[in-house]
């Protein structure tokens, strides 16, 4: 464990943003973590974990704490069930590998979200019909007030749409150190009812799927749409798909006839951001050294050298056009640091 000055952050987050931290370490076990968390002389402290889903607009003068707990155990398991549990700091996707390679299903349609394990409770993450909360049994956390692990229930963590307690009453007040799961050993229950799964599928020609092909219907459909981080700077969904109320929904459709929609409940009705963005004009649109994605309006890139506030500022813009011409706002999925 040893603490670096003046860190670059630009390959520990996937918008590839060249800010500094003024402090840096990577932990790698629960008694290094406390140990960083003990020392006197850093009253500031940001917790990274993949850094998939921050946009850093400054350098930190926090010290920055890289999570980097690794190791994935079978806790017990029956005929039908495992119980599997994951330390924050190993690779999301590579833990859905491992599900996949011990034929573990319930994890299959989140196959390449970029992040960890440890931030994945945090937002819920969430794609193709399934989320983060459908497979999760519990997690560990530190505590930042008493230094206790505390264990958080699914009830605990209080799941909704990309959101947790921990982005809550519980914001800043936690490190997550381990997620447990439970997941099928056999008959697996297949999410595949998701429009672009069974299009995806039927090319593949494939009738009675397996988990570890659901996971490459789901890899090809995401390589098709979303930018890969290693190749343009970016964080996958830059903002959340708004919900309207139904009397809103309603006055739209008759400005929007084709605007796309799913019911919530019976007053809630969630529309695509991506759509939003795209009817005012910025889908593939460059400004400067960042914009917006050319197949996937939702998400912004980093086209390389892009600032954090640039990428800020943009997001602003898209903000604005989209509220004088919807009259909705769209909140931002990432955090902005
Ligand atoms: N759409 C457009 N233009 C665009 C993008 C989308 O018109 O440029 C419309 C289309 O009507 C399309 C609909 O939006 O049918 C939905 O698009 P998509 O299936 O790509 O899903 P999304 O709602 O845009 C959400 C998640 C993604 C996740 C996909 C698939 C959020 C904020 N985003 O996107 O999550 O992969 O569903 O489940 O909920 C992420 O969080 O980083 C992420 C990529």
New binding site residues.
Partial sequence: MHIVENKSLKSYNTFSIDAIANHFVSVNSIQDLKAVLNLEGYPEKLILGGGSNMLLTKDQESLVIHVNIKGISVISEDDRFAIVKANAGENWHEFVLFCLEHNLGGVENLSLIPGNVGTAPIQNI???GVELKDSFVSCEAISLETMSIDTFSKNDCKFGY?DSIFKNEGKGKYIVTSVTFKLSKQNHKLHIN?G?ISNQLGVMHITEPTIQEVSKAVISI?ES??PNPKDIGNS??F???PVVSKAKYESLITNFSDI?SYTISENEIKI????L??KAGF?GKRFGACGVHKK???VLVNYGGAKGSEILELSKLIQKTVDIIFGIFIEA?VNIL
Wanted: no cysteine; aromatic share 16%; glycine share 12%.
């Fill in positions: 969430g794609a193709y990309r998701y672009t995401r749409k979303l996958g969904s903002f959340k798909n796309p695509p951001a991506g759509w963005i795209e889908k996937q309006a939702l999925e």
